[in-house]
């Protein structure tokens, strides 16, 4: 965890973001309190990414325990390593399998969400494209002494650019995926916008026809419902091969999964992200990592979640030499434990302190204070165990603001006001709209 002061630009949005429920994309590694083991093993995944490997993990936890923070913690650990990253929530209209475009839904997501270190807020495609090819000018002509226009200079360019696109056409789908590429490319040497936008088009999964396509670019193929994975596969496989660490693709709310009704529908994404786990322990993709975010929910129901699939029951299945108190992390699901009481504590001191830091005050709680708002939180849930991050940081933000705001009152007035008792207890931890999972 960082202790230098942090930027106002980055600590505003950070508390803003969590003072409304969402969790943020900037400033999360200065409030990364416990969850090492964890963080640990998913950087081992990484590692092993960068070498050809690939990995799959469900993070398991109910709502609160910290799935969608440890998601978007790796997100930006990813692309500080060198990775090209993707994310999207799953619902009822982006699954991975279905018909009416719900599973496309999720590619487009997902592309629209491409992002990489120089731009981590997504939208990446035509970045990635550009940069290859900008680092493929400045080489050719390094090496030759010509310059962009010289039908030599062209000539080696499209030759490096085949070079690697040739290496993508022995895998499935490969061939138009590459040609497309080639499209792209064209379109940038020959200063032809609708080129460029019809092959950008393409690679986000947006053309709905295979004759619009063909008319468009000259592939027969376009990105749908059956294929959308194998073209991940394929962008896991460009991304590295021009110069990236790999390809990582974080799917959140995947209980969504769990709660479609239609068991015939169900099954079909379950027999769908089968088909990826499978791929990841038979090598059958490289560089690519994905990470699930789920509750317990998916995982162990024995009638409608994954534990209602043999085939997956045997996969998940926890070590029999599993112990109270023992963590596997090598499994491929984490599950999150609530954080320890010293945990929540130095939570609380930390974000006092960015607050602090954030306004110019002084309001920095004690050791007692921040014991008495975490009972005054836990006599409302009813027990220590349900004291998760979420509703830790909910309300001492908002305990903070309204000390920051209002200073005629003071933290013991605030924390006994039946206002203050009211409000912890409003939203129960198994409510389906408690969707903010930090």
Not at 225 to 232: A, G, I, M, R
Not at 273 to 281: K, P, V, Y
Request: neutral net charge.
């Amino acid at each position: 965890m960082k202790t230098a002061k942090i930027p106002k630009r980055v600590s505003a949005t950070l508390l803003n973001a969590l003072a409304a429920g969402v969790v943020p994309r900037l400033g999360l590694d200065h409030i990364a309190i416990g969850r090492q083991k964890e963080i640990t093993a998913l950087n081992q995944d990484l590692e092993n990414i960068k070498e050809g490997g690939t990995a799959f993990r469900f993070i398991v936890g109910r709502y609160g325990a910290g799935k969608s923070f440890l998601i978007q913690y790796l997100r930006n650990q990813a692309m500080e390593q060198g990775f090209i990253v993707a994310d999207a929530d799953l619902s009822p209209e982006a699954r991975l399998a279905g018909s009416k475009n719900a599973a496309i839904a999720t590619y487009r997501e997902l592309m629209k969400n491409l992002a990489a270190r120089a731009n981590p807020s997504g939208g990446a495609i035509a970045l990635i494209l550009e940069k290859w090819i900008s680092n493929l000018l400045n080489q050719v002509a390094q090496t030759t002494n010509k310059r962009p226009g010289d039908p030599e200079f062209d000539a080696q360019i499209e030759l490096k650019i085949r070079a690697v696109v040739n290496d993508l056409e022995g895998l499935v789908h490969g061939f138009d995926f590459a040609n497309v590429i080639i499209a792209y490319w064209r379109g940038y040497r020959e200063d032809n916008t609708n080129l460029k936008d019809a092959a950008l088009q393409w690679l986000r999964g947006e053309f709905k026809t295979k004759t619009d396509a063909k008319k468009a670019l000259g592939v027969k193929a376009i990105i749908d419902d059956n294929t959308w994975y194998d073209y991940l596969k394929l962008w896991a496989k460009l991304v590295t091969d021009i110069g990236y660490s790999g390809l990582i693709i974080f799917l959140d709310e995947a209980v969504h999964l769990y709660k479609i009704s239609h068991s015939r529908s169900r099954q079909s994404n379950y027999d769908k992200l089968l088909a990826m786990f499978n791929d990841s322990l038979q090598g059958k993709a490289e560089n690519l990592g994905i990470i699930i975010g789920g509750t317990p929910e998916l995982i162990e129901d024995k009638k409608r979640g994954l534990y209602s699939d043999e085939a997956w029951r045997s996969r998940l299945a926890n070590n029999r030499f599993l112990q109270q108190g023992l963590q596997d992390t090598t499994a491929p699901v984490l599950r999150l434990t609530p954080l320890n009481d010293s945990e929540l504590s130095q939570l609380c001191h930390r974000l006092t302190r960015i607050h602090a830091d954030r306004y110019n005050t002084s309001n920095i709680l004690s050791d007692a204070q921040i014991s008495a708002f975490k009972q005054a939180i836990t006599k409302q849930l009813g027990a220590d165990s349900l004291l998760t991050p979420r509703e830790v940081i909910r309300d001492l933000i908002g305990v903070l603001n309204l000390l920051q705001q209002n200073p005629q009152i003071n933290f013991e007035q605030l924390l006994g006001s039946s206002a203050f008792s009211s409000q912890t207890s409003a939203t129960p931890d198994n409510s389906e709209f408690a969707e903010f999972t930090l």
